[in-house]
Structure formats: C-alpha cells, structure tokens
DNA sequence: CTCTTTTATTAAACAATGTTCAATTAATAA
DNA sequence: TTATTAATTGAACATTGTTTAATAAAAGAG
C-alpha cells in the first residue's frame, strides 16, 4: 500500500511517542521496541524512519515527555505554596511521587544513553535543567543577600543527592534493599542542605 | 574441533571477566558483545555459555571484579586516615576518582539491569553495602551516642546524595553541564549532612 | 593398550533487534 | 488526464543473545 495520509507526520509522531510511552510503562524500558510502536499505532517500522531521525531519537521525545509531566506536576502542588523551603520540600516529595508512579519512565528518562553521534538536543537539556533552577530560585528566595554562583551550586549538590536517593531506591540498589523510607532520607538531606546554606 | 583444555572453567571464566572489562574501557558498555568478549580470549561464543548461565551472568562477574577493586581502592586510602570525618571524606574523593578513571565500567554496574528472571546474586548486593557500611561505621565514630538506626540512615542518605552527584555528572546530565567541580559539590553535602548529624 | 564414556568446543542455526530501500500507491500539481 | 511528489509497506540486512547437533579430545574401565 501506498500513501494513506490518514494522519499527518507530526500526529504519527505524537501517536508513537504516547503509544512508546505506554508500552515502557506496561512491559518496562527494556521491553521497548520500534515494531511494538509502530504496531500499536497501526503502522510499521518504516514509516517511523519516516518521522523520526533514530529509535534514540524517538526516545528522547519520550522523555522530553516525561520530564514535562514530571514538571507540570511539581509546579502543578508548588503553586499553591508561599514558603521557599515548603515548596523545595514539596519538589521533592512530588518528584518521588512521580517516580514511584512511573518509575521505567523516569529510568529511561537517566538510563537512556544517546549514542555519541546524536547530541542531546538543547530543548531537553533545558528541560532538565528546569528543576534545578527552581530549586535555586526558592533557596535566593530563603537568603537573598547570598550571591548567585553559591546558590546555584547547593540547589545543584542538594537536588542532585535527591536524585541519587530516588535512583538507588527505584533501581534496588539502596543499601539493606530499601529498608529506610525515600522520603524520610531525602527529609534529612533537605534538613542538612538547608541549616548549612542558612548558616553561611 | 573438540576438547582442547588449554584452561580450566575457572581460567576461562576469569579471562572472559578481564576481557569484557577491558572492552567496557575502550569501547563503552554499550558496545560489549557475547563475541567480543569471546574472541578476545580465543574461544567461541558457545564456550562463554558453556561457563555462564547468562550475559547477563557475565555482565554480574564484571560489576563485581569492578565493585571489589573500587573498594579496594577505597580501602587502600582510608587506612592511613584516623579521624572518621577524614576517611568519610576519602572515601568519597577516591569513589569519585574511580568512577571518573573508569566511567564506563562504573556504570554499567548501576545501569545494567539484571532481568527479573535472574534475581542478583547475594555477594553483589553484599559489596554493594560494603560502601554504605563503611560510611555508617565512621558516622557510629563521629558520635558514639548516637543510636544505631540513626546512623545507618544518614549514612544511606550521605552516600547516595554523593552517589547522586556522581552519576548525573558522569552522564552529562548536571544543571549547567557539570559547570560545578564534582568535588565541590560533594563537599558541600557532606558538610552539611555531618554538621546536621553532630547537631542532633 | 583398547574401548567406552564423558565433556569441552565449535559451527551453524534461531529469533529478535535497529535500520535501509526498492516497489507501490495515493494525493497533489500541471 | 497525466505527471510528479511523497507516504507506506514488505522484504532484506547486519548484529544481537541463545540453543543445539556434531565433533574431538580427555578420562576411565577392562
């Protein structure tokens, strides 16, 4: 068959990100494949080939996806709050919930490794780059007379060791296999990371 | 041919662990192949198979020659320190050292997931909480009173926060591309989990 | 020393993967 | 109506992990 033209190139494309997105939910990243997608959306291999430059590159509009929905989230609960250290708090609770959630989302999202001749497009850097930067943004706001370079670099220390807890927890790697709670963990890093930021 | 008997199960499988970490290091953990691996050490692939159940299986005897000589390292340098706030700090200068000098096997040993039908071996999971433990043991030192729960749990939040660092710098994904020195950072957090835990 | 049994090793085959491409067919333009 | 353009397919490709029947050498029995 040849040209059906039942849907334009830039639906094909949202149909396969959604439908890939469903498919690493229900049977695991690992599980992923471009003919699984292609038959879920009722086309084959080749007409992904047809939309997208790579099967990196279709994961990487999965993930740029999933970090928008993680994001829409968290800002989705920190609205609603006044406090700059309330809404880190509440960042990090709701980047936990996300990743309880949809944990093989959230692992593709830092396990997918693009192949050296791919760069990472700036768009998703920057969308990873969106939760530090508020994370820095509300710590300024809880010592504005603190210069800019030392804020920057505890929001980075401070939600990268977040990150850490959540990865090492997610993928069962955290010591005694998770016997301490994510949350209570990631409440004594916040504690520590915020009392020292204060003090200085 | 047949039975050729140059080495012994043991050898084979010792030279095909050396041969795959030494092709992690050049070509990436991406690029590792059953016949990479066999080829290197002159046998065939059905030989690999002959002496582990898996890859995967494989994959797991890496990680964990990878895991021992991390610690090792590790060990080597904390011997000499006596104060505990120093060999905390050791060890985490030297596990940002190893897994800077050797980043593809350091992390194929937390992004390799090992399929749920092949459950991960008891003595993996064991060297992994060596770090954890060593942590806890110098925290136990730092403050005697303390009681023990306590410490296993800051020492679980300290290690994966630096753990944390690690990785997202490791993989390019830190705010600002890793504008921040690691070191830095993990300064920073151990800083401020120590001066929370003395305080409390 | 000879015959049998055991077992290490290979080569070939398998299914599944990402990827490419010529053929086909429908929409669009002339 | 015809010619051009482009979407879609199906089949092919090389490469992956994995299995297996054939083979040859070592080990054991007599």
Redesign the pocket.
Known sequence: ???????S?DE?RDMAVSAAAKIVEKVGYQ??????V?SEI?????????????????IMHVNAQTIDEMAALIQRHIRKKRNPEVRIRTMAEYYVQYATDHPDRWRLVFEHEP?RSLATPARLKERRDVMFEMVADNLRELSPESVSHEVEHTATALWSGIHGICILALTGKLYLGGAFSMVKLIDTLIDSVINEFRRV
Chains 1, 2 share one sequence.
């Open positions: 068959m040849g040209r059906r033209s039942d849907h190139r094909i599980s992923l494949t471009a003919r699984k292609a009722g086309y084959t291999v080749g007409t992904l080939y047809h939309v997208f430059h790579n099967f990196d590159d279709l192949p």
